[in-house]
């Protein structure tokens, strides 16, 4: 069982990773660690994550920092042989092609042979197996270099390119497709054959890790690795998973904050004495003010006008931010949108029809009117045309939002249009999605703008963005 | 870790001769009542019982949160209580509540009497014989919570929807949930003689207070593995041929790769596999999956998108 420096440790890198682990739950999980009667690994895990991990956007977090730290007793390589050589014995084929003894029956195989002992582990769906030939690989084609403080990424990279997941892919799709099965049936059959293809590149980013754990411990790969919780990730440096997640994580926020914005209505609902009617009530009781009336609760409900630059280097930003917008728009009288790089268009009624907002953002962004001339944000052209065919329906009661980095490319600022606005609006704010520190650097002209605005807020990842619309009225 | 302190350990945690016996003990007994737990999910109700805690159970909805609560509840062969909650839950519903109309009974008949009994009345000593009489536990009405911690036998207690609750009044809970105990102020504090098992469900519709999650052990019930799904229909539509069922879970799986606004949950698979074997079909055929799909998806854009991605596939 885990030793307690192994677990503090453990304990130490999930607050470094940013997860709320208390003193309490520190002392919890040492006691359920010793509560569990049995010290697998699956125990200790299942432990760990019920006394530590109190949200599920932490989970996968949890997942990978406990791989680290008590993956080394996970089956290693060594007593993979005898399950390997049985199982390979039962399907009857690998072993008797190959002729292998019951020792090394991996690492004797040939490039090709390895290749094709993968393609019959995935087709029985034989997990032995698959771990001991990803082994194999990764001792093959990694090239993994002792002592190198990095995350594995290319590692990963060489190991899949040599196995090219995606020939395996077909040579599987191929092998289940008899005539006799149903549409119904190859369908499902291929997404199940992507989900085991997905498992391969899962099993050896694992492989991978455990050799950088034997490496260099546990505690230093962790360093180098170091995952981000999805309300932690940086818009811009999202890789398609992390977008993935945060896509979800934006959905559950808007509900969220939908909840709390009503329940924060209802809970103000008792306004201020409405003193002419009090007294015109009291005269039916000969002028003493026996009913009180109070003020019908008025709930401010602005008009949003979000104006998101959706050229390439920010467009996930603004489909975020589009997508908390609309998630709770009954909060708001009216939420209006309009997509920009060097043209401007309204986008409003696109994005309410559309299933899926991301996807509706990036057909947007190719389209005509968005795209004037190149695509690249030409922001004072932009701002002009907005004041002049949707200026006049700035009311008092309209928030104008900006979504953009502030980089026009060298082009004009036009800011004085920025001052019109901001004058005719009940407020203006500025959400840029660049560290503060790299504005006012190379073309941004953030700050030129700045001057006009309420605020200007950075806004690089899900917890600054819920900040901001948490704090907005 | 040293003998010495494994030594330590082992006196300090004298592994209680628990109900649930241990994690295999309670994956069988739940088994054993239709509910297929995997290895995560026995090992946390295992702990849950074993160091004293309350388990939240967070998760999609219908995957089963409820369930498990009574399933424990029913292979235990404990009673099981249960607190729905909702906005505007108070003290008097969940905790206690002064049985007002006794009390003024018992009041009125204490009036009655001395006019008459033989010897004169002593109104300071009868008002405060009254007053501790009526404030005692003869006229306390038990509400779930105060039911749970007061039973003589062991109970298990469903929290159900916790997440309904006012911020306010979640900090009710906390008491409850960290001491087994209720303090009343009339009467002193009222402490568990048996802990009960506490099963508290959320379906996250907002972050509960992170007082209230320090006190819990965590289970975040996620769809099932397809293995597991399958299992669980093949247990709860008795007779399902095992192609059918497993074309079902197939069909859900994927569905739950898209991006939908409410993803079929368990119930729905069960809800299909059932329909389908009800109208005794053998094989899902894409015309079929389509024409049921409103049986697994509720919003009329969800069925459209998925209706069209699963045509797209021929």
């Not at chain 2, 069922?245 to 809800?271: C, H, I, N, W, Y």
């Amino acid at each position: 069982m885990a030793g307690r420096a192994t677990l503090a440790a453990f304990i130490a890198e999930l607050r470094t990773v940013g997860l709320p682990v208390s003193v309490s739950e520190n002392v919890d999980a040492m006691a359920a660690v010793l509560a569990m009667p049995i010290a697998d690994r699956a125990a200790l895990k299942s432990a760990l994550a019920a006394t530590l991990v109190k949200s599920a956007d932490h989970y996968h977090a949890f997942e990978v920092v406990f791989d680290l730290f008590f993956g080394d007793s996970r089956v290693g390589i060594s007593d993979l042989t005898d399950p390997a050589a049985g199982t390979a014995a039962a399907n009857g084929q690998a072993a008797a092609a190959n002729g292998a003894g019951r020792t090394g029956i991996v690492a004797g195989l040939s490039d090709s042979d390895l290749d094709d002992l993968l393609f019959r582990a995935v087709l029985a769906g034989d997990q032995v197996l698959i771990r001991a030939v990803m082994a194999e690989a990764v001792s093959r084609y990694a090239e993994v270099e002792p002592g190198r403080p990095v995350a594995g990424v290319y590692y990963l990279y060489r190991t899949l390119r040599r196995l090219d997941m995606d020939r395996l892919l077909a040579r599987l799709l191929a092998s289940d497709n008899p005539a006799d099965l149903s549409d119904m049936d190859r369908a499902l059959a291929a997404e199940r054959r992507r989900g085991q293809v997905a498992g391969i590149r899962t099993e050896a980013e694992a492989e991978i890790r455990r050799r950088l754990v034997a490496d260099r411990g546990a505690a230093a790969v962790a360093r180098t690795l170091r995952v981000s919780l999805p309300e932690d990730v940086d818009f811009l440096n999202a890789s398609a998973e992390q977008l993935a997640a945060i896509r979800q994580a934006v959905q559950l926020l808007g509900r969220k904050l939908a909840a709390r914005l009503v329940r924060k209505r209802r809970h103000h609902s008792r306004s201020a004495l409405d003193f002419r009617r009090t007294i015109r009530q009291s005269l039916a009781n000969g002028g003493v003010p026996a009913d009180l009336v109070f003020r019908k609760p008025h709930p401010s409900k602005p008009e949003i006008m979000l104006i998101a630059d959706v050229s390439s280097s920010v467009a996930a930003f603004a489909a975020f931010t589009l997508q908390l917008a609309d998630a709770f728009s009954s909060e708001f009288s009216r939420v209006r949108s309009f997509a920009f790089t060097d043209g401007i268009e309204e986008i409003t009624d696109d994005l309410s029809s559309a299933p899926d907002i991301a996807a509706a953002v990036r057909r947007i962004s190719s389209r005509p009117g968005v795209v004037r001339l190149d695509g690249h944000s030409d922001y004072g052209m932009v701002l002009e045309s907005f004041w002049e065919r949707w200026g006049p329906q700035i009311r008092t009661k309209t928030s104008v939002i900006i979504l953009g980095d502030g980089r026009s490319n060298y082009h004009a600022s036009r800011s004085e249009v920025l001052r019109s606005i901001r004058q005719r609006a009940r407020h203006l704010y500025w959400l840029n999605p660049e560290p503060a520190n790299t504005w006012d650097t190379g073309d941004s002209i953030i700050s030129e703008y700045g001057k006009y605005c309420d605020e200007v807020v950075e806004c690089r990842n899900l917890r600054q963005l819920k900040e901001f619309v948490e704090a907005l009225d | 870790m040293t003998d010495q302190q494994a030594g330590e350990d082992a006196a300090a945690r004298a592994v209680r001769p628990g109900r649930l016996g241990s994690p295999e003990r309670t994956a069988q007994g739940l088994r054993e009542v239709g509910y297929l737990p995997d290895q995560h999910i026995a090992s946390v109700v295992y702990l849950g019982e074993q160091l004293a805690k309350p388990v939240l159970i967070e998760g999609p909805a219908g995957t089963g949160k409820t369930e498990l609560a009574k399933s424990v509840a029913l292979m235990s062969g404990m009673r099981l209580i249960r607190l729905q909650c909702y906005e505007g839950l108070d003290e008097a519903k969940a905790l206690y509540e002064w049985n007002y109309r006794k009390q003024l009974l018992r009041i009125q008949v204490s009036q009655a009497a001395p006019a008459a009994g033989p010897q004169p009345p002593d109104e300071a000593a009868s008002w405060s014989d009254v007053e501790s009489d009526i404030f005692s536990e003869e006229f306390l009405l038990s509400r779930p919570l105060l039911a749970a911690i007061r039973s003589p036998e062991p109970v298990v207690l469903l929290i159900d929807e916790v997440d309904r609750l006012d911020v306010e009044t979640e900090a009710l809970l906390l008491e409850v949930l960290s001491d087994y105990q209720v303090s009343i102020p009339e009467l002193g504090t009222v402490t568990a003689t048996q802990t009960p098992l506490v099963f508290l469900t959320s379906n996250n519709s907002r972050d509960l207070s992170e007082a209230l999650k320090r006190r819990c052990l965590y289970l975040y019930l996620d769809y099932p593995s397809a293995e597991r799904e399958q299992e669980i229909v093949r247990s709860r539509v008795p007779g399902i041929g095992e192609r059918l069922a497993e074309q079902v879970t197939g069909l859900v799986r994927s569905l739950r790769a898209m991006d939908l606004k409410k993803r079929p949950s368990v119930s729905e698979t069960l809800d299909l596999a059932s329909t389908l074997f009800l109208l005794g079909e053998e094989e899902v055929t894409p015309q079929l999956a389509v024409g049921t799909l409103h049986v697994l998806l509720k919003y009329q854009s969800d069925i459209e998108k998925a209706a069209a991605e699963l045509t797209a596939k021929r």
